[in-house]
């Protein structure tokens, strides 16, 4: 393996170390597969949304809330969202 190579790996090891100061995600999708069925969960600009049923009656549920602790610390707060669409 060439040093540049290794140089890259370090520096990938670092970032994820440093993952809450320095990756801010502001929209993805993802494919959740639930129970029942597979639920599509988006993120975008600080909403959440979800395909399934509970979602759309409530506004949350439990993919959409299971997807906001494996993020935990790496989503920007909702003021957070809001200042950056002013800007």
Known sequence: ???AMI????????YTEERNE????NRFEVLFKGDH???VIAY???EW?????FFRQRGVCSHTMTMERVLNGMMPDVAE???????
Do not use: P, W, Y
Not at 7 to 14: C, H, L
Not at 22 to 25: A, D, G, I, V
């Open 22 to 25: 320095r990756l801010q995600f």
């Open 7 to 14: 140089g890259k790996i370090m520096k990938a090891k670092q």
């Open 37 to 39: 069925r597979d639920h």
């Open 44 to 46: 975008d600009n600080g």
């Open 81 to 87: 969202v809001e200042a950056m669409a002013v800007v």
């Open 49 to 53: 949304s979800c395909t399934c049923d």
């Open 1 to 3: 393996m060439d040093s």
